[in-house]
């Protein structure tokens, strides 16, 4: 099992930048696809973004494209999560979750479902 730990969360103004964190441990991180979710309270947990094993394939929820991007750099077996022009409604917990992948599928799948391996989250509030 690969652990994982959510970094970079905290208060920001609307319009302004984090930088989320996911750092992987236990496991080599280029043998899993990632995805990033985030739960507002008294929501489910929503599907934002994903990234394939190398970093070629990404996808985002219709409401965070061209705001968000998400990269990988699996020499130092870290994703990120890079969240620009960020709005009121953008405020949640933000978790990353891996799922091991074979070799030849570098894709990804934007669905809680699909992924077994889950840290514990980092807030982000877009506030004024």
């Known amino acids: 099992q690969v652990q994982l730990v959510e970094s970079g969360g905290g208060l920001v103004q609307p319009g302004g930048s984090l930088r989320l964190s996911c750092a992987a441990s236990?496991?080599?991180?280029?043998?899993?696809?990632i995805g990033w979710f985030r739960q507002a309270p008294g929501n489910e947990r929503d599907g934002v973004s994903c990234?394939?094993?190398?970093?070629?394939?990404?996808y985002y929820k219709d409401s965070v494209k061209g705001r968000f991007t998400a990269s990988r750099d699996n020499a130092k077996n870290t994703v990120y999560l890079q969240m620009n022009n960020l709005k009121a409604e953008d405020t949640a917990i933000y978790y990353c979750a891996a799922v091991s992948v074979t070799e030849s599928y570098t894709s990804c799948l934007v669905s809680a479902f699909a992924y077994d391996n889950w840290g514990q989250g980092t807030q982000v509030t877009v506030s004024s």
């Open positions: 236990g496991q080599t991180l280029a043998d899993y696809a």
């Open positions: 990234i394939g094993s190398t970093g070629a394939i990404t």
